[in-house]
């Protein structure tokens, strides 16, 4: 699972470093959140080709969803692109999508949370919960994306799900957390994956002018950074047992 791809340097380290591991059977099945793939703002229909070209086999999204206008569109046409599960159900698009892998059927579930996010979502909990228990087609690896701000609410998501799915990964800080583990239940989980972007910068953005904000408290357009030499791919591996849906490891990627 890679952490949220941050413009054209993150795709082009994403792509690297993704496609890599898919070629030589590091990465059997990969999941990156690309809700900040098109220049920082959303995901586009022509982004979104290239990063499958790239090897990832689904993409998640998050608060900046609606960024791009050909987003409502390419949630309907193709079903490997998820918005959070939790949005108001008059959205367009789904948060789960099963797809048939070598390996069984893989699915994979997006959530977004509430404590400092946005107020018009659903209760993430309440929402997985239902989802887990009323879907039909499930697989027996369920990867989880909880795109959140709050370490606390992300671990509850974790801690929720502990045994009823392979991984929980958090997303949506661009900051990578080192507290991966297997928890009790045989869930992988890490409150934060990272980033996929350029590091010399705050949070994938232009360091000068994201401080001109903090020092005024003008609006500013913000730009990623432009040192696209510094950019790294970070994520994690889980390693699932296929035949119970069960986490043996989890692994960080800083790379
Ligand atoms: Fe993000
Ligand atoms: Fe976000």
């Not at 413009?7 to 099945?29: C, L, N, P, Q």
């Not at 390419?74 to 599960?85: F, G, I, K, N, T």
């Not at 892998?101 to 239902?130: H, Q, Y």
């Amino acid at each position: 699972m890679a952490g949220d791809i941050m413009g054209a340097s993150g795709r082009t380290v994403f792509a690297r470093v993704a496609g890599e591991m898919k070629r030589t059977g590091k990465a059997d099945f990969v999941v990156a959140n690309a809700e900040n793939a098109a220049a920082g703002k959303g995901l586009t229909s022509k982004i979104s080709d290239e990063l499958f070209d790239a090897g990832a086999d689904v993409l998640t999204l998050g608060d900046h969803a609606w960024d791009q206008k050909d987003t409502a569109q390419l949630l309907d046409r193709d079903s490997r692109v998820l918005r959070p599960a939790n949005f108001p159900p008059a959205c367009p698009g789904r948060g789960l999508v099963t797809i048939d892998t070598p390996m069984g059927k893989v699915t994979v579930i997006s959530l977004v949370g509430r404590v400092f996010v946005r107020n018009s979502d659903d209760c993430p909990f309440r929402t997985v919960d239902a989802l887990l228990k009323k879907e039909a087609n499930i697989g027996k690896v369920i990867l989880v994306d909880i795109h959140a701000e709050a370490t606390s609410e992300k671990t509850a998501i974790g801690r929720f799900l502990d045994g009823r799915v392979s991984g929980v990964a958090g997303t949506h800080t661009h900051v990578q957390t080192a507290d991966e583990q297997v928890l009790a239940g045989g869930t992988a989980y890490i409150t934060d994956l990272g980033m996929c972007g350029p590091t010399n910068s705050i949070i994938g953005c232009d360091t000068d002018t994201i401080l001109k904000f903090f020092l005024t408290g003008m609006k500013f357009r913000f730009e990623v950074s432009s040192d696209s030499a510094s950019a790294m791919m970070h994520g994690a591996i889980i390693d699932v047992d296929e035949s119970t849906g069960k986490a043996r490891s989890i692994k960080r990627i800083r790379e």
